[in-house]
């Protein structure tokens, strides 16, 4: 896990490697593009990533604020970076009365790349999560049917595992017995009797 989330740090691990500066605590924003993070909607949270200078004129327009692309507070990334605080309250001046279907509908029909910020809830739920298979339902003989969390990776041209439930107290003790210890049907049957398993 430490890896992945490593290998997730270009921009940080850039900075301190090759121009020697010691990143910061940001929250959810990017550190050189702006804006480029999560924004509060009406009834939750979108994430708006503008990475250069033509997505955010193209944001500014679907705002009705088409004016925003040439305020020269706002012209360029390092520009809108520094100004993050204004250009910040403009846009969820915006987005804070919209929904965050709408706010994500209107970037997407402007093509601004967005995306609703999911509860753990709503990303259950969400066709994406059925289209990568990442839960499954299995039948347990005591809880009944019972939902499991799938191994996320998957690999063109192999066939996935089949994801089992856990074994119920006991369920294999006669198999491990006779299995790895060779013992016989009889000699099982008189440990149940005594109670030893």
């Given at each position: ?14 900075q ?37 200078d033509?997505?955010f ?54 093509r ?10 709503e ?75």
């Amino acid at each position: 896990m430490f890896d992945a989330l490593f290998s997730f740090l270009p921009t940080a691990l850039s900075q301190l490697l090759y121009a020697g500066q010691t990143p910061g605590r940001i929250g959810n924003r990017h550190p050189l593009s702006t804006p480029f993070g999560s924004f509060r909607a009406a009834d939750g949270h979108v994430v708006i990533t503008v990475a250069n200078d033509a997505l955010f004129a193209r944001l500014a327009d679907c705002m009705g604020r088409p004016e925003l692309a040439s305020d020269p507070r706002f012209l360029h990334d390092r520009d809108r970076t520094d100004h993050e605080p204004a250009l910040r309250a403009i846009i969820e001046g915006w987005t804070g009365v919209l929904s965050v279907d709408e706010v994500v509908a209107a970037l997407e029909a402007a093509r601004v790349p967005a995306s609703p910020i999911w509860t753990v809830e709503e990303a259950a739920a969400s066709a994406q999560t059925a289209f990568r298979q990442l839960l499954t339902v299995t039948e347990h003989p005591v809880a009944g049917e019972i939902t499991m969390i799938e191994q996320p990776v998957h690999f063109s041209g192999m066939a996935r595992g089949r994801i089992g439930r856990a074994p119920c107290l006991g369920e294999h003790t006669a198999a491990v017995l006779s299995g790895l210890l060779g013992m016989g049907e009889e000699e099982i049957a008189a440990l149940r009797e005594a109670g030893v398993i």
